[in-house]
């Protein structure tokens, strides 16, 4: 099978510039987040958001729904990265506790070390699969927290899933 126009653009872009591209995935772009650094070995993102008309509340500080979409993709695809072709990598849950008002610009930092990584691959390759937590505190200009976020990730090994979905039954209705 051909290379996805993805991959064919991954080998031609370093990857860590790449993800800076990030800035302008719709979502994003709507809610003026923006991705300020990615670390050359793509285990850490520093994310910002400055406040605007477009991404306040009712009562002049940031959406909550903003505040989340910043802390959305970024360790999901941290280990899609580091854990590679052969684990499948989706969020699973998330929950957002807002501590105050957050104006200004927010930011947060998602960064999991080599030692975490190494031991998420090693419990997915003994059982099959891994579920990770993982909480990021999003701060604001005075380094106050304004919301904390904790992600729940699935992480299953390839040959873990093939069994699974070949039990399944065919969903297509059958024929008379």
Known sequence: MPPSPWRRLLALVPRHRLFRLLDLYPPYLGAGVRVREVSRDLRAFTVEMRLRFWNRNAVGTH???SLYALADPWF??????HLGDGYAVWDKA???????PGRGT???RFEIS???IAAIRA???????????FRVAIT????????????????????AIAPAE????DPSPASP
């Open 140 to 159: 604001d200009e005075q380094g106050e927290t304004v919301a904390e976020v904790e992600k729940l990730v699935s992480v299953r090994t390839r040959r």
């Open 76 to 81: 999901m695809l941290i280990l899609i990265e």
């Open 106 to 108: 927010v930011r947060a």
């Open 166 to 169: 070949r039990a399944r039954p």
């Open 94 to 100: 998330a929950s957002i506790r807002f501590v105050r």
């Open 114 to 116: 080599e030692e975490r």
């Open 123 to 133: 419990e997915a390759d003994r059982a099959g699969r891994a579920e990770p937590t």
């Open 63 to 65: 959406f909550g729904g």
